[in-house]
């Protein structure tokens, strides 16, 4: 199946609370799981970067796990910011820790040194993944961790329908429509390792951990 690009942002109100509020406690303690897994250097990383950082669940399970990490945020929706404030609000040993950043992606600069650099399902929301990759270049030196997840694109529209069967069919039918959207967005592990073999990265490894995820990991350069 050819992949069809969704909307960038995740802008619209109601398709924010819908995001914000839904059950991702699989996925995203997965995540963390896997991070300590693959990347069990990290454990008094300092600085860390979390590009599409969102609603704020995955920053906020990140920095209780991680008590001496400092983490900007990058994300281009002011509506997921206000929501992931609003959540890190009411968790104030970890709120100061967390800088959250408005700004799209290729816009974003920074000169700090950092010793992580994470991303969850940002990647499929890009129309051309390279703002990804050459960002991820621009920003890691040498010893950077990278650790990405995110979905995979099935093989046909029935195997999309059935993963939204599968695993959010609880939820709000706006939340519904993303997921299906994303799938069929999302990249397959062969084109993810084709974009990361076009960059000058390194030694990023690529892995699919589930039905519908995939994660990269390793050190930059
Ligand atoms: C599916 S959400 C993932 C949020 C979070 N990482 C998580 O796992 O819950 C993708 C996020 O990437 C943001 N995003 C998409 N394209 C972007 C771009 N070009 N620049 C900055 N943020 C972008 C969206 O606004 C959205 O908040």
Request: negative net charge; proline residues 4%.
């Amino acid at each position: 199946m050819k992949r069809v690009i969704e909307p960038e942002l995740m802008a619209e109100r109601e398709q924010v609370e819908a995001y914000g509020n839904a059950d991702f406690e699989e996925p995203h303690s997965n995540f963390i799981n896997l991070l300590e897994e693959y990347c069990p250097q990290i454990a008094d990383t300092q600085t860390v970067l979390d590009l599409g950082s969102g609603a704020g669940d995955i920053l906020l399970r990140f920095a209780q796990a991680y008590p001496h990490a400092s983490i900007d945020a990058v994300d281009g929706s002011s509506a997921m910011l206000e929501f992931a404030e609003s959540l890190l609000d009411g968790y104030p040993g970890v709120r100061n820790r967390i800088t959250l950043i408005y700004s799209l992606l290729w816009d974003f600069r920074s000169t700090k040194n950092y010793n992580l650099i994470m991303s969850n399902s940002l990647l499929h929301h890009l129309h051309d993944p390279s703002h990804f990759w050459d960002k991820i270049e621009e920003l890691s030196g040498p010893g950077t961790r990278i650790f990405i997840m995110d979905l995979l694109r099935p093989a046909s529209v029935e195997g999309a329908r059935e993963l939204v069967r599968m695993y959010v069919s609880q939820e709000p039918e706006i939340l519904r429509r993303d997921f299906y959207n994303s799938l069929l967005a999302a990249f397959t592990i062969d084109e993810v390792r084709e974009q990361i073999a076009e960059t000058g990265l390194g030694n990023l490894e690529t892995k699919q951990i589930s039905d519908r995820h995939f994660i990269v990991f390793g050190t930059c350069r």
